[in-house]
């Protein structure tokens, strides 16, 4: 049994729900209901506001062995926030100061319960440039270092892994420590702060972080490459990397998806000639930097295959391309059963989807697929009738297979969570994995901390 009284005392009566019908926003994440797991039935919602407090929740914890679920704003798709056994779900909501936007060092600290958009704002603000841009902008600080979200945005500057250069974190046992800081090269020891990017909320509590950020770019253009043949378009993509121009996205979609979600928000995609489209978002020093990146990317492109390449220049229009990619899942996800996240090496962008269409044929479906092309990532879409023929778990299965016998992974971005963990025999070597174990073991000796998620 969970100690509210306990909890209670340490952050105040006001920070604790204990009711059931007020805490269904803190029990669920993004995850597609096919795919998501139960939710565990004695769950307590804590609401800390300080480092202390967390680390007396957490010491607690350990003197009962209650389980802690350290919890963003819920946007995952992997279930990694979601309580599965009787424990404490820890909302970091009230950490959610920006802290500093220091323009001397091209840092900011934000507490991390920060949202994306706020963070965005903020750094706008001081006319600076925080380039990642995972789809959701209520993500939170933590939550996007715990997960190393990625997202659009990342080819040239790369995921958030890349921005992160301080963290404050309370460790499982209680104590809070710092790692890291404003600096951009720090060999002191073994990286820990590199080990607690992308470890799902098993290995600390993210409090704080310092990230790094770029002068805003005086020139950007977004361009909406089409194509008839989507293999084209995905073979393009190692093309353009091989070109010397690096864009910061560039993202792949099937026409007909990227329509539904122009649809969805009552928006209008700019693109109406062929079946797939590739959006490149291009930044430079000045106007004629981004007139010869544009010109290179048009060349490129037509080489292999365009029919038609837009330019967006105005904010507004390039917001709007950028709205209509990011809000596809969220148009999607009533239709369809779940997505999976595959990266592969760039160059085998193009027999991924072939596997992806091969697999499509077999089990007599359409694959819808978008990508982060760029970064080799896939988000394959199986539909909903998937689940009505008792087919979506061998669809997935293959997708995974097809990945990895390309050299490729079963995620890139979203991560294990709670509902991957059951492909990872695919994939890990049984060594990585007993290191890993090992890894939890010596930060959270009684794994209180997200039990069940990561690894196995
Ligand atoms: C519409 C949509 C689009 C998306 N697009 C992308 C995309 O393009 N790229 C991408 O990478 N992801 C994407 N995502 C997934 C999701 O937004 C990211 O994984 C994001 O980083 C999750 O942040 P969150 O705050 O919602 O975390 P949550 O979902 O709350 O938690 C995610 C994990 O982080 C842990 N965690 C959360 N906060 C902390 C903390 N302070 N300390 C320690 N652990 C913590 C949790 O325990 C959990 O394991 C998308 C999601 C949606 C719904």
């Given amino acids: 049994m969970t100690d509210v009284e306990g909890l209670k005392k340490i952050v105040g009566a006001d920070?604790?729900?204990?009711?059931?019908?007020?805490?269904?926003?803190?029990?669920?994440?993004?995850?597609?209901?096919?795919?998501?797991?139960?939710?565990?039935?004695?769950?307590?919602?804590?609401?800390?506001?300080?480092?202390?407090?967390?680390?007396?929740?957490?010491?607690?914890?350990?003197?009962?062995?209650?389980?802690?679920?350290?919890?963003g704003a819920g946007t995952g798709l992997v279930c990694g926030a979601m309580p599965t056994q009787d424990g404490i779900v820890l909302s970091m909501e009230r950490f959610d100061k920006v802290v500093e936007?220091?323009?001397?060092?091209?840092?900011?600290?934000?507490?991390?319960?920060?949202?994306?958009?706020?963070?965005?704002?903020?750094?706008?603000?001081?006319?600076?440039?925080f380039p990642p841009h995972p789809g959701d902008e209520g993500a939170q600080v933590g939550g996007m270092i715990a997960a190393n979200a990625g997202g659009s945005r990342a080819v040239k500057y790369g995921v958030v892994r890349q921005y992160v250069k301080g963290l404050k974190v309370v460790l499982p046992t209680g104590e809070i420590t710092t790692m890291g800081g404003k600096l951009m090269k720090n060999n002191t020891g073994l990286d820990l702060m590199q080990l607690m990017i992308d470890s799902e909320g098993i290995l600390g509590v993210i409090t704080e972080a310092t990230m790094r950020l770029?002068?805003?770019?005086?020139?950007?253009?977004?361009?909406?490459?089409s194509f008839e043949d989507r293999h084209k378009a995905i073979a393009s993509v190692p093309k353009i990397l091989q070109s010397g121009v690096i864009p910061m996205a560039i993202e792949y979609?099937?026409?007909?998806?990227?329509?539904?979600?122009?649809?969805?928000?009552?928006?209008?995609w700019p693109a109406q000639q062929g079946r797939a489209h590739l959006i490149l978002i291009l930044a430079g020093a000045n106007e004629d930097d981004v007139y010869f990146q544009a010109e290179t990317m048009s060349e490129v492109c037509t080489a292999n295959g365009a029919i038609d390449v837009l330019i967006a220049e105005r904010q507004q229009e390039q917001g709007d391309i950028l709205k209509m990619r990011s809000e596809i899942y969220s148009a999607m996800k009533p239709r369809i059963a779940g997505d999976s996240d595959i990266t592969v090496p760039p160059a085998n962008l193009a027999k991924m989807l072939d596997a992806l269409d091969a697999i499509g044929e077999k089990y007599d479906t359409k694959i819808a697929t978008i990508a982060h092309a760029g970064d080799g990532n896939f988000h394959p879409y199986m539909l909903k009738e998937l689940i009505d023929r008792g087919t979506a778990e061998d669809v997935k299965l293959e997708i995974y297979k097809a990945a990895i016998a390309l050299d490729g992974v079963i995620t890139g971005e979203h991560g294990v969570g709670k509902i991957r963990l059951k492909?990872?025999?695919?994939?890990?070597?049984?060594?990585?994995?007993?290191?890993?174990?090992?890894?939890?073991?010596?930060?959270?000796?009684?794994?209180?901390l997200n039990p069940g998620a990561a690894i196995r």
Avoid at 36 to 65: F, G, Q
Avoid at 253 to 268: P, Q, R, T, W
Avoid at 423 to 448: C, H, S, T, V, W
């Fill in 253 to 268: 979609v099937d026409h007909d998806v990227i329509e539904f979600s122009a649809d969805n928000l009552g928006m209008k």
């Fill in 101 to 129: 936007v220091d323009k001397e060092n091209l840092m900011v600290v934000a507490q991390a319960g920060v949202t994306l958009a706020q963070l965005l704002e903020a750094v706008d603000g001081a006319d600076l440039l």
């Fill in 15 to 71: 920070w604790v729900i204990t009711q059931r019908d007020q805490m269904e926003a803190y029990l669920y994440d993004e995850t597609t209901p096919y795919q998501r797991l139960t939710p565990a039935e004695h769950v307590v919602v804590v609401k800390p506001a300080t480092a202390e407090e967390i680390s007396e929740i957490l010491k607690l914890a350990n003197r009962d062995k209650t389980p802690v679920y350290p919890r």
């Fill in 423 to 448: 492909y990872l025999q695919y994939q890990m070597d049984p060594k990585q994995e007993e290191i890993m174990r090992a890894i939890k073991k010596a930060f959270d000796p009684n794994g209180i």
């Fill in 214 to 225: 770029y002068p805003k770019f005086s020139g950007t253009a977004t361009l909406v490459v």
